[in-house]
């Protein structure tokens, strides 16, 4: 669930970072869709915690954290 990591470069002040292209979709897209059951809630955080947890433990961060940033791998 965590794409790999390539490289990180600084070109004409700026930062990026280069990552394993994901297909799929942003979560963002599926927050648009309601009302939401508690149990669809809780599926959902735990699919989004579980792996940024796994980054926390190996001493990995993240940046700019937000639903149009985390995408759902299509099956």
Do not use: C, M
């Not at 990591?5 to 963002?28: C, K, M, R, T």
């Not at 809780?42 to 993240?62: E, I, Y």
């Amino acid at each position: 669930q965590i794409p790999t990591f390539w490289d990180f470069f600084e070109q004409e002040n700026g930062f990026y970072w280069v990552q394993e292209a994901i297909a799929g979709h942003p979560l963002s897209l599926e927050l648009a869709t309601a009302p939401w059951s508690t149990e669809a809630v809780l599926h959902f955080l735990r699919a989004v915690l579980t792996p940024l947890a796994v980054v926390h433990r190996q001493g990995g961060h993240h940046g700019n954290l937000k639903p149009e940033n985390l995408v759902r791998r299509a099956d």
